[in-house]
Antibody, heavy 122, light 107 residues
Framework: QLQLQESGPGLVKPSETLSLTCTVSGGSISSSSYYWGWIRQPPGKGLEWIGSIYYSGSTYYNPSLKSRVTISVDTSKNQFSLKLSSVTAADTAVYYC??????????????WGQGTLVTVSS | EIVLTQSPGTLSLSPGERATLSCRASQSVSSSYLAWYQQKPGQAPRLLIYGASSRATGIPDRFSGSGSGTDFTLTISRLEPEDFAVYYCQQYGSSPTFGQGTKVEIK
C-alpha cells in the first residue's frame, strides 16, 4: 500500500524559507505513471495546488507561487521536497504531498499524505 | 488561470436525499480534465471522480459525475451518514486549480 509522509519544521519565521520533504513508501517515485506534487490548505479554507515534479526532474509550478517555489526529487531516497522562500503569515497552511496521475501532464491526485501544519510566525 | 466556482456553498440535506453539487469553470476545461474530492474534518481529501465521470477505485456507485466544457456536476444519489463532508472540484487541463468547496451538512 502506497504511503506518503510529510516531514519538516512546523514553525517558520517570516521572510525565511519553508522546507518540507515527502517520503514515499510502498511504491517507486521513479515510475513513469506519476507526478509528485504539493498542495496546501490554509486553516478553514480551500485547497491550492503548489506544484509538481516528474521523476526525471521536470517541474510545474502554480504561476502565482512560481517565483518563490522550488520542488526537487531524490530518487535514491524515494523522496521529493518543497522549498518556499520569503514566507509570510499567508503561507500558514496544512501542506500535503500527493501522487498525481500522469495523463500527459500532471492530473488528478489519487494518493495524499496525511498533511503537516506549517505556521509562519515570529 | 481557470477559476472554478462551486455552488451552493452549503447544502443542507437529510440522509437518503439526493445531493447535486455544481462546479462552473471560467473557461472550457480541456478533455473533461475535472476531478471531485471529498474531505472530512482533520483528513486529507479523497478522490471520488476523475475525467469528469469516472469513479475512482472503491467509490460507491451512489456517487456520479457529469458535465463537459464549463459546467460539471457531482451527484450523490442517496446520502449516507458518512457522505456529510466538504466536496471540491479540481481542473487539471491547465495549471491545476480547485474550487472553493461545497459543504454538505445534515439538515
Amino acid at each position: 500500500q502506497l504511503q506518503l509522509q510529510e516531514s519538516g519544521p512546523g514553525l517558520v519565521k517570516p521572510s525565511e524559507t519553508l522546507s518540507l520533504t515527502c517520503t514515499v513508501s510502498g511504491g517507486s517515485i521513479s515510475s513513469s505513471s506519476y507526478y509528485w506534487g504539493w498542495i496546501r490548505q490554509p486553516p478553514g479554507k480551500g485547497l491550492e495546488w503548489i506544484g509538481s515534479i516528474y521523476y526525471s526532474g521536470s517541474t510545474y509550478y502554480n504561476p502565482s507561487l512560481k517565483s518563490r517555489v522550488t520542488i526537487s526529487v531524490d530518487t535514491s531516497k524515494n523522496q521529493f521536497s518543497l522549498k518556499l522562500s520569503s514566507v509570510t503569515a499567508a503561507d500558514t497552511a496544512v501542506y500535503y504531498c500527493a501522487r498525481q496521475l500522469n495523463c500527459g501532464g500532471d492530473c488528478w491526485v489519487d494518493y495524499w499524505g496525511q498533511g503537516t501544519l506549517v505556521t509562519v510566525s515570529s | 488561470e481557470i477559476v472554478l466556482t462551486q455552488s451552493p456553498g452549503t447544502l443542507s440535506l437529510s440522509p437518503g436525499e439526493r445531493a447535486t453539487l455544481s462546479c462552473r469553470a471560467s473557461q472550457s476545461v480541456s478533455s473533461s480534465y475535472l476531478a471531485w474530492y471529498q474531505q472530512k474534518p482533520g483528513q486529507a481529501p479523497r478522490l471520488l471522480i476523475y475525467g469528469a465521470s469516472s469513479r475512482a477505485t472503491g467509490i460507491p456507485d451512489r456517487f456520479s459525475g457529469s458535465g463537459s466544457g464549463t459546467d460539471f456536476t457531482l451527484t450523490i444519489s442517496r446520502l449516507e451518514p458518512e457522505d456529510f463532508a466538504v466536496y471540491y472540484c479540481q481542473q487539471y487541463g491547465s495549471s491545476p486549480t480547485f474550487g472553493q468547496g461545497t459543504k454538505v451538512e445534515i439538515k
